[in-house]
């Protein structure tokens, strides 16, 4: 961090930064709260072998940022907030880690809501769960969504039709040629509604056994080379791997019109959203097509409870966020992945707005 925890605070407008430790359990965790507005912060819990205290809490300050505008775009009342644990997931999980950390978040009453993510997995949220009703990700027999990678896939699917309308002028996705890089939970569900839907897949994986598997059951094109799909001479590159694809080394060498996939943090910075926009590239922004999970996963928190039909509904919706936030990018002739950003923004401002009417109207004169 280059500035004061304090400074950070400040310039990117976060509400809170909690440090928790126990001793007892050998616990150091950062919770961090970016925005409120729209409701509790939440967003998951990440385990880490961080090298400095100062690298945990950049990290859960930049993520709880992220889950702010992830949820805002993605029509969900939830605020920005994460939890990092300084620690190493494959040998530091224990039961009363967890717990003490479920203790901690009961502390905040429901100001953070906690879910998995890099380094934990459902048996921690069990953990957590046994402390603090505050867990969102849970496995269906404890009340959760259970997997929520499908609609992950469908949402970037949807994403990519809007893209491709952008591109191509139709959303029709039959007989596009469509790159999946990585075929695991999420890529492999990508690759079988692309294929419903008419695509001519290219799939690629650093594991060969999960190739053979989209190849024997959806009659995907195998890809012998998964690290250099990027470039590869199709309408849409997918990437549902690892972040960071969207480089100096690809982006001057891609050769499709689309861009749109689940993975995280696919830009490697955000210059390299600049030149897609300079080179007439359709980006459908990470955040915004990767959000179906979220939505799925959230929905058992409206009115009524968990609703798979009502979820889906609302994540086939990410086609519509994405036709709006490509709209203010032309519009303003900005690139997408900061139309997307102002698309959040615009939603957080509006809520803002109506909660000030809410609160005038609650002033009692007696
Ligand atoms: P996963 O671990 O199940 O699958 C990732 C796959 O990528 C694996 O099969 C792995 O072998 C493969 N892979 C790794 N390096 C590769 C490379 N260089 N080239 C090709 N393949 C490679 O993960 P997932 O849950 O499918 O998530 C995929 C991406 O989407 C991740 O970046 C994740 O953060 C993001 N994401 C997932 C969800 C979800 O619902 N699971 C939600 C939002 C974002």
Redesign the pocket.
């Known amino acids: 961090m280059e500035s004061s925890v304090l400074a950070y605070m400040e310039r990117y407008d976060y509400e809170n930064v909690f440090l928790c430790q126990d001793r007892s359990v050998g616990l150091k965790a950062v919770i961090a709260i970016h925005d409120t507005t729209l409701g509790p912060a939440t967003g998951g819990c990440r385990m880490w072998t961080y090298a400095r205290e100062g690298d945990a809490i950049e990290d859960a300050m930049r993520l709880a940022r992220g889950m702010t505008y992830k949820y805002a775009a993605a029509g969900v009342n939830l605020g920005g907030g994460k939890v990092v644990i300084m620690g190493d997931p494959r040998k530091d999980r224990t039961e009363a880690l967890f717990r003490s950390l479920g203790r901690f978040i009961h502390r905040l009453g429901g100001l953070y809501i906690t879910g998995e993510d ?1 380094g934990t997995t459902l048996r921690e949220m069990e953990w957590m769960r046994m402390e603090t009703p505050y867990v969102i990700t849970l496995p269906a027999a404890w009340g959760g969504a259970g ?3 499908g ?3 469908l949402g970037v699917v949807e994403a990519m039709e809007a893209a491709c309308e952008e591109a191509f002028g139709t959303p029709d996705l039959k007989g596009r040629s469509v790159a999946v ?9 990508a690759v079988r509604i692309l294929t419903e839907r008419g695509a001519k897949v290219y799939a ?4 060969a056994e ?1 190739v053979r598997r989209v190849v024997d059951e959806f009659r995907a094109e195998p890809v012998a080379d ?2 250099a ?1 990027a470039t590869m001479d199709v309408d849409v590159y997918c ?5 960071a ?1 969207l480089n100096d080394d690809t982006v001057p060498n891609l050769r499709c019109q689309v861009v749109a ?5 696919q830009l490697q910075a955000e210059r390299h959203g600049d030149l897609l926009h300079e080179r007439g590239i359709w980006y459908a922004p ?1 955040y915004v097509a ?5 939505i799925f996963d959230t929905d058992r928190l409206l009115p009524g409870g968990m609703q798979p039909e009502r979820a889906m509904e609302n994540v086939r919706r990410i086609g519509e966020t994405m036709r709006r936030v490509f709209a203010i990018a032309k519009s303003e002739g900005i690139p997408t992945y900061l139309a997307a950003d102002r698309y959040a923004e615009h939603r957080i401002a509006e809520v803002a707005k109506s909660q000030a009417l809410r609160r005038a109207s609650d002033v009692r004169m007696d």
């Open positions: 890099v997997p929520i990678s609609a992950t896939a890089q990585g075929l695991g939970a999420v890529g492999y569900e690629g994986d650093i594991d999960k998964p690290n799909m990437p549902c791997a690892l972040g694809t996939g689940s993975a995280n943090n990470d990767n959000a179906g999970g979220t």
